[in-house]
């Protein structure tokens, strides 16, 4: 008999993966965590029955929610991750010659359980990485320190959702005030294909920034499998990619990152609108 996980993401879709096995199951303060061992994709991790991160196709995900930004900024020196708290995300920064990277995820168990289940996933052992458990939105207004890239690598915005506060307009100001005056924001961001309106929404949230620009990639286990991110940059023009990588990546590459930022017409449209 197979055993089957299905995922609700939007009303009217569902995404099934065919489990081996579950290896995790648990429910933290915030969110409920699992790990299942799948046919596909190897190892899942689920938050709140949303799939966040698998080992087969992560690298997809965290190379070009980095990379993008990163190189934008030139020579960044001190990153903050906002979430990340799988460790992807700080993996794929500590690549680059940073001095600093400050991880601040509200939920200590997501990076113990990340920690145990994949290993791969996180450098936690680098001194550059400086870990901080909290509520991202609540440090945002605490710190006097200002960073070069601010990632945003959280679980979806979803209605009373502990990530929430991570996508308000008093949020977006104070990261564009912790910003330097070379900095860049990147975040993950829903599909405008199921969910046209959050690139409004976004772009007005993002309205200190002079440039703002929309990009996507391949995330199989996403819904609909191209996944959005959205940058936004306080000086360089963040859809050419300044400098080449001094390591190999996976999907990231010169010419990925230019073509990242060309959008289909029905996309490029509601960019448009949306800078109206
Ligand atoms: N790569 C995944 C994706 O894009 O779907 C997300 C990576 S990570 C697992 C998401 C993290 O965001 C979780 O560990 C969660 O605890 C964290 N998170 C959610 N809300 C947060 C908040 N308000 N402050 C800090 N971390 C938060």
Not at 101 to 115: G, M, P, S
Request: net charge negative.
């Amino acid at each position: 008999m197979s055993l089957w996980y299905a995922q609700d993401y939007l009303d009217h879709y569902q995404m099934s993966l065919e489990v081996k096995e579950s290896l995790f199951m648990g429910k933290s303060e915030f969110q409920e965590i699992m790990v299942i061992e799948t046919y596909l994709y190897g190892k899942a991790l689920l938050l709140d029955g949303i799939v966040q991160t698998t080992e087969k196709d992560e690298f997809m995900y965290h190379e070009m929610l980095v990379h993008p930004a990163m190189v934008t900024c030139l020579s960044p020196s001190k990153v903050l991750i906002v979430g990340g708290g799988d460790g992807g995300a700080s993996r794929e920064v500590l690549k680059h010659p940073v001095d600093k990277v400050v991880l601040v995820d509200i939920d200590q168990q997501v990076i113990e359980i990340c920690q145990k289940f994949f290993p791969q996933l996180g450098k936690w052992d680098d001194s550059r990485l400086e870990v901080i458990i909290g509520d991202a939105a609540t440090f945002l207004t605490t710190t006097q320190d200002t960073f070069d890239v601010i990632i945003m690598d959280s679980t979806d915005p979803l209605p009373a959702h502990v990530a929430e506060p991570l996508f308000t307009q008093d949020f977006f100001d104070l990261a564009y005030e912790r910003l330097t005056p070379g900095g860049v924001l990147v975040s993950q961001m829903e599909p405008p294909f199921f969910q046209p309106e959050r690139i409004a929404e976004l772009w007005k949230r993002l309205k200190n920034f002079p440039l703002v620009h929309l990009y996507w990639g391949l995330v199989p286990t996403y819904p609909g499998g191209v996944w959005n991110y959205v940058v936004a940059s306080k000086k360089n023009d963040p859809t050419l990619p300044r400098k080449k990588l001094p390591f190999t990546t996976r999907y990231y590459s010169d010419s990925i990152h230019r073509a990242a930022f060309v959008l289909p017409p029905f996309l490029q449209v509601l960019v448009e609108k949306a800078n109206r």
